[in-house]
């Protein structure tokens, strides 16, 4: 059964001569193409049939009118929603994901329904970009996306990991990963009835161990900021005691920061949450005196010269 944009349906067409493509087809019967029309909206489906290639007597020319009306007749029915039973074409908005929507386009239109920070929605470009590339070169990129199965994915992971040697298996992991969350998007539009790309296997990935600084280098950093650049080297401190991350520390507000509590807010952005969360905030000796304020102009880079910070201190 073919499921249509306009939410009909049609049983696989067929041509009667069953042999009609090889040298055996005889030319003195009729052939046809026939198949069933089921329109929700009507109580019993039609019975088509065409038979307009019987005009033709030689047997390449009636082959090759078969093939044509074939194609024809299926790109009304998937392309312009021909209804025979009413007789008409209403064709499928385009801006609208629907079962027989082309496998990569379906992907750019799930993409613009799913909300995330701006670094995960380039990566989910690059996912997109990458796997079209890929099903490209499989001849997948077009087939409706009610049809991709776990072969497509398979396949399709594979080439990429053919194709490109930086292809890494956490890579291969995170673009899993994000079809997954294209497909979630594509269900919820019933594009698709199942997440595909969960079926498939992670890759088993080799953690890398990453070098921490020991004691001694650490010190040998701090000395070398504190004497070439003190705002940085305060930075470093707030930083690396804080425990949060650069941009959630460059969009602190005074309001933000309790020295008291030896604690500030700050905006989280993961996957699919945006929120506050509290961290330490260590107070160093060299920050005594300062004021909420200070720091977070230190910490946005509004104030560059230290000397000016010394002659600035205010009472919290």
């Given at each position: 059964?073919?499921?249509?944009p306009t939410?009909?349906k ?94 990569i ?76 969350r ?67 520390l ?67």
């Open positions: 059964m073919i499921a249509l939410g009909c049609a049983s696989k067409l067929s041509v009667f001569l069953k042999n009609w493509q090889t040298t055996a087809a005889n030319t003195k019967i009729a052939w046809y193409i026939n198949y069933r029309f089921y329109d929700p909206s009507v109580p019993k489906p039609k019975q088509v049939l065409l038979k307009g290639m019987n005009i033709y007597s030689i047997r390449s020319e009636r082959k090759d009118a078969a093939a044509t009306l074939l194609k024809n007749e299926m790109d009304l029915l998937l392309n312009q929603g021909y209804n025979p039973i009413s007789n008409s074409c209403s064709a499928p908005d385009n801006s609208e994901n629907h079962p027989r929507t082309p496998f386009k379906a992907l750019w239109l799930a993409f613009e329904k799913i909300k995330g920070v701006k670094g995960t929605l380039t990566d989910i470009k690059c996912v997109i970009r990458g796997t079209e590339k890929a099903a490209t070169s499989l001849k997948y990129h077009n087939i409706p996306i009610c049809d991709i199965s776990r072969k497509h994915i398979k396949l399709i992971l594979e080439q990429c990991l053919k194709s490109n040697p930086r292809f890494s298996a956490h890579r291969y992991n995170k673009y899993r990963y994000y079809l997954i294209l497909f979630k998007e594509l269900i919820e539009l019933e594009a698709a009835t199942h997440n595909v790309p969960g079926d498939i296997s992670k890759m088993k990935v080799t953690q890398k161990i990453h070098q921490t600084l020991t004691g001694e280098e650490r010190k040998k950093v701090s000395d070398q900021l504190f004497k070439y650049n003190r705002q940085f080297w305060k930075f470093m401190h707030l930083f690396f005691h804080s425990g949060g991350r650069e941009t959630e460059m969009l602190l507000q005074g309001k933000d920061v309790n020295i008291k509590l030896h604690k500030y807010k700050s905006i989280t952005k993961r996957v699919r949450t945006i929120g506050r969360t509290t961290g330490p905030l260590k107070i160093l000796p060299c920050l005594f005196g300062l004021s909420r304020w200070l720091i977070v102009e230190m910490l946005s880079g509004v104030i560059a010269d230290t000397d000016n910070i010394k002659k600035r201190i205010l009472i919290s």
